[in-house]
Every structure is written in structure tokens, then in C-alpha cells.
């Protein structure tokens, strides 16, 4: 038995993902997930910080370019997370948990997607707080596919979630003084 399913015995969190994850058995949800997930990959934010940067002005510039930078710390991080847990994706280590779509990696600690979505979210809200609705939204539905479509924990969602709001809040620290206000 690993550490990771010493963890899940007794806690709820594979009845959790089980349940969430027999949510995508239902086609008109697995198809809404599926695509939610895949603007998830990136397409949506790369979309979103090009339209920042082209209509946006020098602020909408500005948080493209934080975003773009946010991103690619994110992106690092969570791949070093990933080979130091080694936490398999729920569907490896549960038969009964569906995987509605092929993995991007190998482990599941903790979320790229949801990790991404939050970062992203809180610092483009900070630029145009007008995009909270759309973005905290998506966001919200970025992380539910991850767990619906049996590629992460609960856990591995709210530890992202608990990155993303860190690294957006750390990213500020170096933002040039002429970005903030």
C-alpha cells in the first residue's frame, strides 16, 4: 500500500471522486467537462491574455504579460510537484473511477489545470476586475472536470487551488511598481 492510499483510507476522498467522477457517466455532462477541461489546457487563457494584450491598452499589456510569466512558473512548479508526490491518477489506483479522458501526464498531485485557472484568474482580475464573473466561473468548472473526468483527487484540486492563490499573491511582489494600481 503507498503513502498516497494510506491517505485516502478513512477520509472520504475516494467516495468523493467516485461520486463526482460518476457525474461524467451522464453524456451531456462528460461532453461539458471534456470541453471545459480541454480550454482548460491553456486555449482559453492563451486566448484571453492575446485579447488582454491587443484591447486592453497598456494594463491589459501588463496583465498578459504577468499572466504569460505567472504561467510559466506555475508550469514548472507543478511538474516538479508532480515527480516528487508520484501520486497515481485515481483511475490507476481505483478500478471503479472512469477516466473520460486521456491524461496530459502521468500523476495526479497536484491539479496543472486547476493551478493555472486560479493564478490566472486572480491576476487577470486584478488587471479587469469586470472579467470576475466569466473567470471565477470557469475557473470553478476548470477544477469540478478535473475530478469529474477521473484525472484528480479532490485533494489535488484544493492543493492547486492553495498554489494558484500563493503563487498569484507571491507574483505581485515582482511586478514592476508601474503594474500595480
Not at 492510499?5 to 457517466?25: H, V
Not at 471503479?96 to 491524461?103: E, G, K, L
Not at 469540478?144 to 479532490?154: A, D, I, K, Q, T
Not at 503563487?167 to 494600481?181: R, T
Request: proline letters at 5%; hydrophobic letters at 55%; a positive charge.
Amino acid at each position: 500500500m503507498t503513502t498516497w492510499q494510506r491517505l485516502e483510507i478513512g477520509s472520504g476522498e475516494r467516495r468523493l471522486c467516485l461520486a463526482m467522477n460518476r457525474w461524467g457517466a451522464r453524456r451531456a455532462l462528460t461532453r461539458l467537462f471534456c470541453a471545459i477541461s480541454r480550454l482548460g489546457d491553456g486555449v482559453f487563457w492563451y486566448w484571453l491574455m492575446a485579447l488582454l494584450a491587443a484591447f486592453g491598452g497598456l494594463r491589459g499589456l501588463h496583465a498578459a504579460i504577468h499572466m504569460a510569466i505567472v504561467g510559466l512558473v506555475a508550469a514548472t512548479l507543478y511538474r516538479v510537484l508532480k515527480r516528487w508526490t508520484r501520486r497515481p491518477r485515481p483511475f490507476r489506483s481505483h478500478a471503479d473511477i472512469t477516466p473520460y479522458v486521456a491524461p496530459l501526464d502521468e500523476f495526479s498531485f497536484p491539479s496543472g489545470h486547476t493551478l493555472h485557472a486560479v493564478s490566472f484568474t486572480l491576476i487577470a482580475i486584478a488587471y479587469v476586475p469586470l472579467l470576475a464573473p466569466l473567470l471565477i466561473g470557469f475557473t470553478v468548472l476548470v477544477a469540478m472536470s478535473r475530478v469529474v473526468l477521473g484525472m484528480h483527487y479532490p485533494s489535488d484540486v484544493l492543493a492547486a487551488t492553495l498554489i494558484g492563490v500563493a503563487l498569484a499573491q507571491v507574483s505581485w511582489v515582482f511586478a514592476p511598481a508601474a503594474w500595480i494600481g
